[in-house]
């Protein structure tokens, strides 16, 4: 690990300009993530901003009857609201789906929303790497590609996001709310957030230099029947091969959004509306344009058999079975 400096910022805005003055720093919280970058020298912020003192830790009502979730409250803590397990189940059951206890405990909201790709290509630095170093190369499109994305991918990368929270999220209609250097604040939806790599991948978001995530909205609840699905290669601490967030109402329309397949959380309208025709057809519109390496085509099957277990499950009333479904999917 290089040296760095270190400051504990007051307020947002002073975190935001702090962050400015000094090219390449960064905001830390849990660290979950970071920490483990800057170890691997993949990151190496001259200059560290501990943000946990700024009082974003509380989950709170909004006008409009939707959730305030402040960027420092941790996935443990979030999972667990009692609001947002009744009202937002969804979301509950993809935080309790990733990592361990001990890193939900540590990792916070922002945090999981900015987490780094797992590609074992960005990992490893004596490999080119388009994300890590812009005009390397990727070498995981014609090497070992099987956690890889098989959607919105380019020529230049085709490393997944893997956040399971933010496929939830994206499946809420969830918004960013931030602060600037200068003060000033802006809502970013969820829809919005997150960039394709097209020739830029080391540009995840759309956040600009210096610029602080403050909160993350929920809008009111959705109703219905909410499941979040994960298959993975073992039972725990694993990252997606491919997930499904969805909810279904009575009547089988809903919203669905993948993880596990694209370099940001997978959702599309046209999609949202064929809900009612069934599993094959809302896959079909969710993988048009799919370019699948030879090593991880099977996921487009995946997502097919994932899809079709969750509405199974959900129709006849057996959410659960949903779950055990998608499991056997691998085998």
């Not at 491919?242 to 046209?270: E, F, K």
Request: aromatic share 4%; proline share 6%.
């Amino acid at each position: 690990m290089k040296v760095f400096s270190y400051q504990r910022a007051t307020t947002p805005a002073e975190a935001a300009a702090a962050s400015l003055r000094t090219p390449g720093a960064k905001f830390i919280a849990g660290g979950t993530n970071l920490l483990d970058l800057m170890k691997l020298e993949i990151e190496a912020p001259p200059h560290l901003i501990d943000v946990n003192g700024l009082g974003l830790d509380q989950i709170s009502a909004t006008q409009d009857g939707g959730l305030r979730i402040g960027a420092l409250v941790r996935n443990t803590a979030l999972a667990a609201d009692e609001k947002v397990r009744r009202h937002y189940g969804v979301l509950s059951r993809a935080l309790l789906a990733g990592a361990s206890a001990q890193l939900r405990n540590k990792a916070t909201t922002a945090g999981n929303l900015l987490q780094r790709t797992r590609c074992p290509y960005f990992y490893d630095t004596n490999q080119a790497c388009n994300k890590r170093n812009p005009g390397s190369g990727c070498p995981a499109i014609a090497g070992f590609s099987r956690q890889l994305a098989i959607i919105g991918g380019s020529d230049a990368c085709i490393a997944t996001h893997p956040s399971d929270m933010s496929v939830a999220m994206r499946l809420l209609d969830a918004a960013v709310e931030t602060v600037r250097p200068d003060g000033a604040t802006r809502t970013i939806a969820i829809a919005d957030f997150y960039r394709l790599p097209g020739n830029t991948p080391h540009i995840e978001t759309a956040l600009q230099p210096g610029e602080l995530i403050t909160a993350v909205t929920l809008p009111k609840p959705l109703g219905g029947t909410q499941v979040y699905t994960k298959v993975r290669d073992r039972a725990s601490y694993a990252f997606a091969l491919v997930s499904v967030a969805a909810v279904v109402m009575p009547d089988g329309s809903g919203r669905v959004a993948l993880g596990g397949v694209a370099p940001q959380p997978w959702r599309m309208a046209q999609a949202d509306q064929a809900m009612g025709q069934g599993a094959a057809a809302v896959s079909k519109i969710l993988l048009a344009g799919a370019r699948p390496t030879e090593e991880n085509a099977f996921k487009a099957t995946l997502v097919q058999r994932t899809l079709a277990g969750v509405l199974n499950g959900v129709l006849s009333g057996a959410p659960t079975q949903a779950r055990a479904t998608a499991q056997k999917a691998t085998s």
